[in-house]
């Protein structure tokens, strides 16, 4: 059932055997899991079914440490939350509309272990212990079989790179559609008798009494002014890696430092995956373009992958590397790339749609930079329609391989470095003394990349260029002046990990292997939060896993409070 809690009363109490805070992929799909049973699920979502700008005004908050991007258009308060704003084109629906969806890739087995290289690495389970979860979670996603090394994925005409010294290898990428998780799963759930949705739903404060370690209520408000409170079991929080700490922060008229910090460690590791621009590959033989469609967006067997290159496990080990990696795109000359740029920019930003006078100077730069480059842009735009091209190929598009004249329409490769952030405590979310409109505070974002972390991208990148030229791949040119990395603008994949880390100890972290909050008994975490380290890998299918096995604790531990409650009505 679906509820605007607008309507309902001031002051209501409702009640329900889970209260899941954030309808995004995790809270959809543990709401799933207990379709059926004899629990009943209530699911609370900030936003409605369709996108509201007061609503988002909502996600406004600060940044105050190097650059990220902006806050408010990183949190999309809506059912199914950021999956509505996925943006890979995976394919055509129909002659108008595009199959729209993400990337999906497991984290790496050294991602869960203690490295003595890497502060803070380590988490309290094993990349086993997910497995089962991962399987379970690519027919979740609606994606292929759980299998990302390459051999599946490879034939004669599309082979990964063969590189010198062992430092690099070879993966996949997966994908899937995001109307799965804010429209199939919308249908399942309001469909289902034991689960409630309340739309316009935006939990302010988990009460947790001084005398009582659990959760008792949550008081939910919206922007009528009126406020009623949701009673559970358990309570869990799927709201993402900074609106989950904010909650907790902001929970704090009975525990002055906020619910589950006692140790001052929510909001504290912020991490996200930096997507570094670093270079170009300039081949030696332009038939390398012809081979190497491994790396392009494509279907197999029934599955749509991509291929991308990491780093080896014993590389890592012995050049004490953080968990990077190297995506390839195929370009134009630099001319002819800053022309369809140019172009792109045009028709985005809305120069040539509403023009104004202060318009003028910016239109006619561009306007020159297309020009510069218009023997390519009038071939894209051709080859496009023609064969259902990009202009200009990159994560959100894939395709290029197909292209009958790729020898001669590329002469180099984009290099983008998708890097692992190294925890650092002091990257962090913490609460700005602004209010929203519903009296919360708003968040103050500190994040910061860390020399540790930037060091070991430049090493990458190094490495990479060695390899490559060595390999016989072709010549790497860095885009920094003095080949040396660094952040200018925003450069974050609103990929939010870390504020509530999972940990074998309180001292060390916010959760347990369970994803429970270590103080707090009947509240649970599920979101990329709890990542003690992120890897390169996009988190959502490890959510979905993580998300999947906490399900399964949930069913156990409230059946056995059933049996409790069923034994002691018999005295």
């Known amino acids: 059932?679906?509820?605007?809690?607008?309507?309902?009363?001031?002051?209501?109490?409702?009640?329900?055997?889970?209260?899941?805070?954030?309808?995004?992929?995790?809270?959809?799909?543990?709401?799933?899991?207990?379709?059926?049973?004899?629990?009943?699920?209530?699911?609370?979502?900030?936003?409605?079914?369709?996108?509201?700008?007061?609503?988002?005004?909502?996600?406004?908050?600060?940044?105050?440490?190097?650059?990220?991007?902006?806050?408010?258009?990183?949190?999309?308060?809506?059912?199914?939350?950021?999956?509505?704003i996925w943006s890979i084109k995976l394919g055509r629906e129909d002659d108008r509309q595009w199959k729209i969806g993400v990337r999906y890739v497991p984290l790496d087995k050294i991602d869960f272990e203690q490295r003595d290289w890497v502060p803070y690495s380590g988490w309290p389970i094993g990349r086993e212990a997910l497995i089962p979860y991962y399987e379970k979670a690519q027919g979740?996603?609606?994606?292929?079989?759980?299998?990302?090394?390459?051999?599946?994925?490879?034939?004669?005409?599309?082979?990964?790179?063969?590189?010198?010294?062992?430092?690099?290898?070879?993966?996949?990428?997966?994908?899937?559609?995001?109307?799965?998780?804010?429209?199939?799963?919308?249908?399942?759930?309001?469909?289902?008798?034991?689960?409630?949705?309340?739309?316009?739903?935006?939990?302010?404060?988990?009460?947790?009494?001084?005398?009582?370690?659990?959760?008792?209520?949550?008081?939910?408000?919206?922007?009528?002014?009126?406020?009623?409170?949701?009673?559970?079991?358990?309570?869990?929080?799927?709201?993402?890696?900074?609106?989950?700490?904010?909650l907790m922060l902001a929970s704090n008229r009975h525990q002055p430092c906020g619910v589950g910090n006692e140790n001052g460690l929510v909001g504290r590791f912020f991490m996200d995956h930096p997507l570094l621009n670093v270079g170009r590959l300039l081949p030696g033989e332009k038939s390398t373009f012809s081979q190497a469609a491994f790396y392009d967006l494509r279907q197999v067997k029934g599955s749509l992958v991509m291929g991308h290159i990491t780093h080896s496990r014993e590389?890592?080990?012995?050049?004490?590397?953080?968990?990077?990696?190297?995506?390839?795109?195929?370009?134009?000359?630099?001319?002819?790339?800053?022309?369809?740029?140019?172009?792109?920019?045009?028709?985005?930003?809305?120069?040539?749609?509403?023009?104004?006078?202060?318009?003028?100077?910016?239109?006619?730069?561009?306007?020159?930079?297309?020009?510069?480059?218009?023997?390519?842009?009038?071939?894209?735009?051709?080859?496009?329609r023609k064969y259902d091209q990009s202009l200009l190929h990159g994560f959100g598009r894939g395709g290029w391989s197909k292209d009958p004249q790729i020898c001669d329409r590329f002469?180099?490769?984009?290099?983008?470095?998708?890097?692992?952030?190294?925890?650092?405590?002091?990257?962090?979310?913490?609460?700005?003394?602004?209010?929203?409109?519903?009296?919360?505070?708003?968040?103050?974002?500190?994040?910061?990349?860390?020399?540790?972390?930037?060091?070991?991208?430049?090493?990458?990148q190094d490495l990479f260029a060695a390899v490559a030229e060595k390999s016989g791949l072709g010549r790497f040119v860095s885009n920094f002046e003095d080949g040396n990395l660094s952040l200018s603008e925003p450069s974050g994949m609103a990929h939010h990990m870390g504020t509530t880390r999972m940990s074998a100890s309180p001292s060390q972290g916010v959760v347990n292997e369970n994803c429970q909050v270590h103080s707090v008994p009947n509240l649970y975490v599920a979101s990329s939060s709890v990542f003690p380290t992120g890897g390169y890998a996009n988190p959502t299918l490890t959510i979905l896993a993580l998300t999947l096995r906490l399900a399964d604790h949930l069913k156990k531990t409230l059946s056995k409070e059933a049996v409790v409650v069923q034994a002691g009505q018999k005295f």
């Open 411 to 460: 002469t180099a490769y984009e290099v983008l470095l998708v890097t692992e952030q190294a925890p650092d405590p002091n990257s962090r979310v913490q609460l700005s003394r602004d209010r929203d409109p519903l009296g919360m505070p708003r968040v103050e974002l500190d994040w910061r990349w860390g020399k540790f972390s930037r060091d070991n991208a430049q090493r990458t």
């Open 140 to 246: 979740v996603a609606h994606s292929g079989p759980f299998s990302y090394s390459p051999e599946p994925w490879s034939d004669a005409l599309s082979k990964p790179f063969d590189f010198a010294d062992q430092l690099f290898t070879s993966k996949v990428f997966q994908f899937g559609t995001r109307t799965v998780f804010h429209r199939n799963y919308l249908e399942d759930l309001s469909s289902a008798p034991n689960v409630d949705i309340y739309l316009y739903a935006t939990a302010v404060e988990l009460d947790v009494p001084q005398e009582n370690s659990r959760v008792q209520r949550v008081r939910v408000s919206n922007l009528t002014g009126k406020s009623c409170w949701v009673e559970a079991k358990a309570f869990v929080l799927a709201t993402g890696g900074i609106e989950n700490a904010r």
């Open 1 to 84: 059932m679906i509820v605007d809690i607008r309507e309902v009363p001031e002051g209501q109490v409702c009640k329900a055997d889970i209260c899941i805070i954030g309808s995004g992929p995790a809270g959809v799909t543990l709401a799933r899991e207990f379709i059926g049973t004899n629990n009943q699920v209530c699911l609370l979502e900030s936003g409605g079914i369709s996108q509201d700008t007061e609503i988002q005004d909502l996600s406004h908050g600060s940044s105050i440490g190097d650059p990220f991007l902006p806050l408010k258009d990183i949190r999309n308060r809506q059912f199914g939350g950021n999956s509505n």
């Open 315 to 384: 590389a890592m080990a012995e050049q004490r590397l953080l968990n990077n990696a190297v995506v390839l795109f195929p370009r134009p000359t630099q001319r002819q790339t800053q022309a369809v740029l140019a172009l792109k920019d045009l028709a985005e930003n809305g120069y040539l749609k509403h023009p104004t006078p202060e318009h003028w100077p910016a239109i006619a730069q561009r306007l020159i930079k297309v020009a510069g480059g218009l023997d390519y842009v009038a071939r894209a735009i051709y080859d496009a």
